[in-house]
């Protein structure tokens, strides 16, 4: 991706009527390869639920009120209040690794990077092998969704009311 207040190629708008207001697309509540469910839940908690006996299967303290799960990497992905971003590990439920974010409010994974959306309108890039901060960089006037799909990253500007598709390369 490059910088997108710079390079107009980058994200493309797509004009609204209004403003969005949740997001571009559900995936909080994604299944990974073992069918499981996982939730935020209550104040500091994520859960893994058995979609087929809806019974908890374990409870992960996230160290702070999750904003955002999501599953990229054969893993899944929680960014918290706190401003951590957070791996676990779903055979173990164990936290494998650490990112801190200034204040995220969406996240969004694939097999290459785990974005996070800052309540600045910037884009974080992960690394989801080491949690490193690959950069960051302005997308948006304010906070926003994103979403992971085939075709690139999708985010939805709360603060001017445009869908971009960005380029992650």
């Not at 929680?78 to 974010?101: F, M, S, Y």
């Not at 690139?152 to 445009?162: E, T, V």
């Amino acid at each position: 991706i490059r910088n997108a207040s710079a390079h107009h190629e980058s994200v493309s708008p797509v004009p609204l009527r209004r403003a969005p207001l949740a997001g571009v697309c559900c995936h909080a509540f994604a299944r990974h390869a073992l069918r499981l469910r996982w939730r935020r839940w209550r104040r500091r908690e994520l859960v893994r639920v058995d979609p087929a006996t809806n019974e908890t299967e374990c409870t992960v303290d996230a160290g702070g009120v999750p904003v955002s799960i999501a599953i990229g990497a054969g893993t899944v992905w929680a960014v918290t209040i706190a401003g951590r971003a957070l791996r676990i590990e779903p055979r173990t439920n164990g936290i494998t690794a650490e990112a801190t974010i200034a204040y995220p409010v969406d996240l969004a994974a694939d097999d290459d990077a785990i974005w996070v959306a800052d309540v600045y309108g910037r884009l974080w890039r992960i690394d989801p092998d080491t949690a490193a901060t690959v950069f960051t960089t302005p997308v948006a006037a304010g906070p926003f969704s994103i979403c992971s799909a085939g075709s690139g990253l999708w985010a939805a500007d709360n603060g001017d009311g445009r869908v971009l598709r960005i380029d992650p390369e």
